[in-house]
């Protein structure tokens, strides 16, 4: 869809905290959020908040890590996030 052209990995909630973002293949669908905000319509792979593939041993999903997209904004619950960083990598 032309609509989609010009969007970047830096226009994608997550994928904009993405390590990948500059180097990622990944043309799963999206969903305008906002003027220039999208969200991916399924969940990556990748989890850049613990730095986990959904193939590794610890790999949780991001509503499991305490993020979400609510109204177009992401959400992250910074508390739950640290303590399973902590028990990941300590």
Excluded: A
Aim: charge should be negative; aromatic fraction near 12%.
């Amino acid at each position: 869809m032309i609509e989609f052209w010009n969007v970047t990995k830096n226009d994608i909630l997550i994928c904009d905290k993405c390590e990948y973002r500059y180097m990622c293949f990944d043309e799963g669908e999206l969903i305008k959020v906002s003027k220039k905000k999208y969200q991916r319509k399924n969940e990556c792979p990748y989890n850049p908040f613990i730095s986990k593939w959904n193939i590794e041993k610890g790999y949780l999903k991001l509503h499991d890590c305490g993020i979400i997209i609510q109204d177009g904004n992401l959400i992250i619950n910074e508390n739950i996030l640290n303590e399973i960083n902590e028990e990941l990598y300590s």
